[in-house]
């Protein structure tokens, strides 16, 4: 066997590695960075602004969260070059997000040109329309005939792995680099795919996330289909409801999360800090049937995927103190909690702590999973619940399922060992994370 | 134009593609852009379209691939702007 080279062998037991979080970034249309996201999420601070821009382009919805992403902060990460070329808003949170990840994990960056690329770390990081600007503007100049002033830089901004590209290159990354889509369920999906990547032997290290754009063209179809929230222009804040009577669609956001997951062994050894570790995962689809449609999800496939993701950790479904719901001011969130409720069998008072990041950020597409993987780890490693704004009036039929107080309308400190991730997208995709205190 | 003026605005053009700040401080006439100034190939392609901008030329394909070192890329920008 060639020296360097991780070979997998299932028949060894000792080859099953556990797999732990040493770092996390976040760019959130409420914060940006680790520190000032914490602080935002226990406040209850909502990203959610009025934008004009989508009034003017007739949009119903004109809401919409935006991290703010300055130009000294964005100086702070790219050269002058990388700036000049670099144009795809996703792609830039994802690199902000991914950096400052690797760097919290206290792994070595900038990496020299003449070194060896690190073999045994990766990424599986996700994205969903993360380029848009930059396809714009490519569209444009070829209509005008003018394809030969492109440029060397628009494939790698509209490729949908774009974002792994420029991360690899950033940091040195020489095991599995990938980008995975699967709409709102991304970025929990590549926290699973790195989870099974490193829990399998074949990498030490892999860098996990997603990213996704904003803007008119990114979010213009969503407004057509009449799930965004049009009722709440003049309340921009109040907007992002779930779990609420009065939810009346998703606001969109945008942004990045990222997470450094590392074999256990290996992050003992350097001695790295420990957010947490994940003990399992499980992605399926419902298969657009059985009330599975390309937009809503089959119940059976989410209930499935939750006693797949139990399975998988070897866990049962009393030991999970709170989820992090994708809950995103629909109606969908009632369905969610119901699923819940029949795969863990527990509803009234024994039904776990629940909330919805949404009511802060809204929908960041095919961020969420990741930016609300780094709130969940956050509230393990702290010990606290984030408040789910926005919900005073929650919908009977979820009042029906759980008791009132399940659901934290203010910062507490609360005792978590175990909080499940859960995302569902378009296409009848989901993905179950479960992240354990250590 | 003059041969100097051309030469300054093409200098000014090409340090955005140089990451290597120490390797641009020597540049002159020989200096090879791949070579010494360490610029990603697939950047000349934006150097070329930078200088079609700058200067108000078209450059074909075949001046284009001569444009390695400054001295040609100089002599390429001169001779467009002379047709």
Known sequence: MQRGFIRYDPQKENNVKRVVITGMGVVAPNAVGVADFTTAIKSGQSGIAFLPELEELKFSCQLGGIPPVTPSLLQRYFSDLTLKQLKANGIRFGCIAGIDAWQDAGLAYPVGKEEDPNWEAG???????????VIRRGIYTVDEGKVKRLGS??????????????????????????????ACSTGTEAVILGFERIRSGKAKVM????CDSYGPYVWGGFDSMRVLCRKSNDSPEKAS?????????????????ALVLEDLDHALERG????????????????????????????????????????????????????SGHLTSTMGDVLEVQNWSKALDRKGKAFP???????????????????ESVAAILQLNQQFLHPSINCEDLHPEIADIIDQDCIPRETSSYPLNIIAKSSFGFGDVNSILLFKRI | MEVQEITEKLKGLIETYVEDKAAFANINAETHLIEDLKINSAH??????????????????????????VQAAVDVVAQKLAE
């Open chain 1, 353 to 371: 702590k629940i909330n919805a990041l949404k009511s802060m950020i809204g929908h960041c597409l095919s961020a969420a999973g990741a930016i």
């Open chain 1, 123 to 133: 990424c599986v990081f996700g994205a969903g329309m993360s380029g848009m600007s």
């Open chain 2, 44 to 69: 000349l392609v934006d150097i070329i379209l930078d200088a079609e901008e700058v200067f108000d030329i078209e450059i074909d394909d075949e001046s284009a691939e001569k444009m390695l070192t």
């Open chain 1, 241 to 257: 409801r779930p779990m609420s009577e009065s939810a009346a669609g998703f606001v969109p956001g945008s942004g990045a999360g």
């Open chain 1, 272 to 323: 790295a800090k420990i957010y947490a570790e994940v003990v399992g995962g499980y992605i399926n689809s419902g298969g657009h049937r059985q009330g599975g449609t390309m937009t809503a999800p089959n119940p059976q496939g989410i209930q499935r995927c939750i006693a797949g993701a139990l399975n998988d950790a070897q866990i049962q479904a009393s030991e999970i103190d709170a989820i």
């Open chain 1, 153 to 182: 830089s628009l494939i790698q901004q509209t490729m949908p792995s774009g974002i792994s590209a420029y991360l690899s290159g950033m940091l040195g990354l020489g095991n599995q680099v990938s980008t995975n889509a699967s």
């Open chain 1, 207 to 210: 860098l996990c996330g997603s």
